[in-house]
């Protein structure tokens, strides 16, 4: 079973996802985390974000490897362990620059579908995963929040690791973020084809996984030729 969740930042995706997976026992794939290693690996590497051909250099040469357990993600970097240092705002911001890259999309679309291969069963999240990646997919989220309520997750999650956070500030950043993500040429961020879209902003964690989790038995009931489960 593949099932997609894309959306902006803060949405709740890795959220929804990592319980969605674990809730089927099935794996969890956190795209984004491939796009922030190629960023970090860049920044360490000291290679001009515009340059093009550069980035998708650093891109063909990042070893970049995911630990499919939804319960303890892990992201390693050429044989590192930079679980933590991905989620850094230094590389959030930067992010954009692998992101609007099509070399750098090449890459890492081919990586997000060979380890998808390999697990078989998953659910990836990202802002092009129902669109272009995983077109295919069973299931198909589209997640949304107010920007306003997305700032305030993003700074309990950065408050939670012992940062500092603004969230006047950060929200600021997340529509910038989010103004790229759907303005780029390449897999702009848009609602995929047949996604159901589910706003997150009322609803706390186990009301929106609770949401997922019914959307998804109901679409296996239907493919099974049944009515929905008693
Ligand atoms: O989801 P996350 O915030 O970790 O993603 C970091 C950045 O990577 C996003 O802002 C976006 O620009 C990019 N990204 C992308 N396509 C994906 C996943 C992430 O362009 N499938």
Redesign the pocket.
């Known amino acids: 079973m593949v099932i997609t969740i894309d959306g902006p ?1 803060g949405s709740g ?2 959220t929804a996802a990592r319980n969605l997976a674990r809730a089927l026992g099935i794996a969890y794939l ?4 491939t ?2 290693a190629v960023t970090l690996k860049a920044l360490r590497e000291g290679v001009d974000l515009e340059d093009a051909d550069a980035l998708a250099d650093a891109a063909g040469r990042a070893r970049i490897h995911l630990s499919p357990e939804p319960a303890a993600t892990r992201v390693w970097l050429d044989g590192e362990d930079v679980s933590e240092t991905i989620r850094s705002e230094a590389v ?1 911001e930067k ?2 620059y692998p ?1 609007r890259s099509p070399q750098v999309r090449e890459v890492l679309v081919a990586l997000q579908r060979r380890i998808g291969a390999e697990l078989g069963s998953f659910v990836a ?5 129902g669109t272009v ?1 995983f077109p295919d997919a069973d299931v198909k989220f589209y997640l949304v929040a107010d920007a306003s309520e997305r700032a305030k997750r993003r700074c309990a999650e950065l408050r939670a690791r012992g940062e500092s956070c603004n969230e006047q500030k950060v929200r600021t950043a997340i529509e910038r ?1 989010d103004r ?2 759907r303005t780029r040429d390449v ?1 702009p961020l848009i609602k995929p084809d047949g996604a159901i879209e589910v706003d997150t902003t009322d609803r706390d964690v186990a009301a929106m996984d609770a949401a997922l989790l019914a959307h998804v038995r109901e679409r296996l009931d239907k493919d099974a030729g049944g009515g929905p489960a008693p």
Do not use: I, P
Not at 30 to 33: K, V
Not at 125 to 129: A, K, S, V
């Open positions: 930042a995706k890795s956190d795209t984004g985390a796009y922030r959030s992010s954009y992101a999240e990202g802002r092009d995963q990646v973020r790229r993500d897999a």
